[in-house]
């Protein structure tokens, strides 16, 4: 009889794992064999389904939408309890057209949105693309276009559209984080108005920011009438930790005691801000700066605004004079490799500011500096396009171990961000061999 027991409870696994893999595109949902998700469908079935939340996914194929309006898309972690705890691996696909429109309020609902309510502080969400995401939400706590709330690891992820809500924390990207950020971007129209607790941060990238960001930037715009409002233009309200992050982009409030910022809003004793810089226009009627709203005197490094396109002199507006730290310039000089290499910034194709290569600038003239990443992966160094300067920079970095966000993952060069450059990179390396040369 015992055996018979445990045959059958065999079986009932076996059967289990067969309906669950029926539900999705296949799969197990393990970190070897991920749920795979090929369709519309199988994506809004996720967050009907709490006892798969701690599972593994990846995308397999560019997914669109459309087909889902009001509230029809079921948000994956609506709740904080269970919050999304897995591993979703966007694989390099984009998910296209998704809305959410809410615009009731009832207590008892989930009261954060995004394709994911909330990230726990062991889920991941990394290499996924969102184009021209649309939510509009009222009364809820967090709203973002990839996440709500993020208690765990976001990276390589990105979102176009526009996302608005009444609502404590709105960004492009997350409203919420709690957790980390790496090689992220948005490009969204973000704006928002108090919720329940009467503030509301908007940012172009986070609203709220708690622990550490890197490596990150914003475009789009960001804005609130909101009389408290904090607005940045890649954060909203900063107590964590930004690391070579830009912005670009328009941030505006009409609040009566708002703090707008080019980069953030506003970051207090608690956060800090080290080799970043700001270049979108601002305006605002109360605390207004090039770099930030309001902050520290001692919390920014080596940080910079564009007095021209930021239309300001004053790069926080609640100091006067501002910090060391902060320091604004002309767009042509914005636009020198030498104005950031002299104040400490690690770029590729140098070696005394460190080894991290956060930033790319190949051209003087050209552009503001960009994060290395955004020339594409295995593009690790200049010139621009993958050649044999990449290979000897990628022969370099072969088998090096504990690549951690601190170091930038061993340069950039533990390009899947698994703690190791090995095989598994090289393979992504060569998938990318000569792109981009002329």
Known sequence: MRRFVIILGSVCCI????????????????ADDPYQIWTPEQLNTIGLN????????????????????????????????????????GNGHVIRNL?????????????RAGLFGTVSNSGRVCNLG???????????????????????????????GSVSGVADSIGGLVGSDFGRIIHCYADCT????????????????????????RDCFAA???????????????????????????ATASVSSSGQYARVGGLVGNSGMLGSITFCYAAGPVSGTYYTGGLAGAGS??????????????????????????????????????????????????????????????????????????????????????????????????LAHWQMANCTPTNNYCGGADMDTSGRVDLADFAMFAAHWLEGME
């Open 99 to 111: 809305s959410y429109t809410k615009t009731n309020y009832n207590p008892v609902d989930y009261v």
């Open 15 to 30: 059967i289990a794992s067969s309906l669950q893999a029926a539900i999705y595109g296949g799969g197990s949902g393990t």
């Open 220 to 246: 789009g715009s960001a804005g609130s009438a909101y009389k408290y409002a904090r607005v940045g233009g890649l954060v909203g309200d900063n107590a964590g930790s930004l690391l070579a992050c830009y």
């Open 297 to 394: 005197s001692t919390s920014v490094t080596a940080c910079f605004w564009d007095v021209q396109t930021s239309g300001t002199m004053d790069g926080i507006g609640s100091l006067n004079p501002d910090p060391a730290g902060v320091i604004g310039l002309d767009t042509a000089s914005m636009k020198m490799l030498s104005t950031f290499a002299s104040a400490g910034w690690d770029f590729t194709n140098e070696t005394a500011n460190g080894t991290n290569n956060y930033w790319r600038m190949c051209t003087d003239d050209v552009d503001y500096p960009r994060l290395n990443w955004e020339a594409g992966l295995g593009d690790f160094a200049c010139p621009d396009g993958v050649n044999a300067e990449d290979l000897d920079y990628y």
């Open 130 to 160: 969102l184009e021209n995401v649309m939510f509009s939400c009222g009364q809820v706590l967090t709203v973002g276009g990839l996440a709500g709330e993020n208690l765990g690891q976001i990276s390589s992820c990105w979102v176009t």
């Open 50 to 89: 709490e006892v798969d939340l701690d599972k593994c996914f990846v995308l397999m194929d560019d997914i669109d939408m459309s087909a889902y309006t009001g509230t029809q898309y079921n948000i994956i972690g609506r709740r904080v309890k269970p919050a999304f705890s897995g591993l979703f691996d």
């Open 190 to 213: 973000v704006s928002g108005s108090a919720s329940v607790n009467n503030f509301v941060n908007v940012g172009g990238l986070i609203g709220y920011a708690q622990y550490g960001v």
